[in-house]
């Protein structure tokens, strides 16, 4: 695995605080570091980079990754 994101559907129409409040993403995300921790340390994998992506944008149906961007308002939060 070199990359992957995580997407929700009609997430942008959530209030701000319950889409900043994302423990599923977090959760996501910190499986996925501590699953590629126990292939290098178990397994010996030799893996060297894990790019965690954001994608937004009228063109995006979902936001997908780590990056909330509210593109109609000046508020940009990671």
Not at 25 to 53: H, P
């Amino acid at each position: 695995m070199t990359e992957n994101g995580f997407a929700v559907m009609n997430e942008t129409n959530l209030p701000i605080d319950r889409a900043v409040n994302d423990t599923d993403r977090v959760e996501y995300f910190r499986g996925n570091c501590e699953a590629l921790l126990a292939a290098i340390t178990e397994d010996g994998v030799d893996i060297r980079s894990y790019f965690g992506w954001s994608e937004f944008g009228p063109q995006c149906p979902a936001r997908a990754g780590f990056l909330n961007a509210y593109l109609s308002r000046p508020i940009r939060q990671l």
